[in-house]
């Protein structure tokens, strides 16, 4: 890939970071954190790997794309429209009373697979879509977004093994490992240690990278399209509430709406980026 595409992905990513604090700033709710953590990822997937038509979201040989952290909403929502899923304008409606974006995606929005609501739920989901695709021989690849937070839950753990177990290579994971989660540092309140390992202990193709580089993230997702036999995990080492200082690393930006005055700060960093 040249250059001026990794540009044209770090751009994207900016523009779903600055649409996220937009939209929670607007509502006065939702998740900025790890809408912002996840928008490199989102920015890869959509507009360079996955196989989907905006015009079509429902196309039957679609790639699969399972938010299991659903809070991080924005961020998805934000990338949704910028693909062509549904007018920008949209965004605006944001948590709304009978919006199609609510807090948690929901299956009557376009572009959305999984209606994601209590953590830990996606990733089996994502198995049973990617063991659907292995009966019915077809050749989509479905991808899952986990956050180390959510990765806490035992059902995780129970989806990797029964992933790995039916030698589920059209399926990806994607750790959002940003390291805070709703009250705190992960490593304080349920240390998931060296989730790597943990990945490799259950037999997936483990892939570890800087969440926040493009390239590492881009030559990852084209890895994983060579592995054959288990599933991929890719693990990737984010901040949550990357791009925005007194955001980063802040659990306080879990779930917390910015201010006017933060909203202001936030969008002034945002803007430097490009």
């Known amino acids: 890939m040249d250059d001026k595409k990794f540009t044209e992905l770090k751009q994207i990513a900016n523009e779903i970071r600055k649409e996220s604090i937009i939209m929670t700033h607007r509502a006065q709710s939702g ?35 399972v938010l299991s952290k659903g809070h991080a909403s924005p961020g998805y929502y934000a990338a949704l429209a910028l693909k062509g899923f549904f007018p920008k304008k949209e965004l605006e409606n944001f948590r709304k009373i ?38 019915d021989k077809k050749n989509y690849k479905v991808y899952v977004l986990i956050g180390d937070g959510e990765a806490q839950e035992g059902v995780v753990w129970e989806a990797s093994m029964s992933a790995a177990f039916y030698k589920l290579d059209n399926l990806v994971y994607i750790l959002d490992k940003n390291q805070v989660q709703q009250t ?85 960093e945002l803007n430097r980026n490009g």
Request: glycine share 12%; no cysteine.
């Open 98 to 135: 009978n919006s199609m974006l609510q807090g948690h995606p929901e299956l009557s929005t376009p572009g959305v697979d999984f209606a994601g609501g209590s953590l830990g739920q996606g990733v089996p989901v994502a198995n049973g879509m990617a063991l659907a695709g292995k009966l």
């Open 184 to 268: 705190g540092f992960t490593k304080n309140i349920m240390d998931i240690g060296n989730a790597a390992e943990k990945w490799k202990a259950f037999d997936f193709n483990v892939i570890e990278i800087d969440g926040h580089d493009m390239e590492q993230i881009i030559n990852a997702l084209d890895k994983a399209d060579k592995n054959k036999g288990r599933p991929t995990m890719i693990v990737a080492n984010t901040i949550k509430g990357k791009g925005v200082s007194f955001m980063e690393l802040n659990h306080k930006f879990h779930g917390k709406a910015p201010n006017d005055g933060e909203f202001r700060k936030a969008m002034e």
């Open 31 to 65: 998740h900025p954190g790890g809408s912002l953590s996840e928008a490199d990822i989102l920015a890869a997937l959509y507009f360079y790997k996955l196989n989907i038509n905006p015009k079509k979201p429902d196309w039957n040989e679609r790639d699969r794309f």
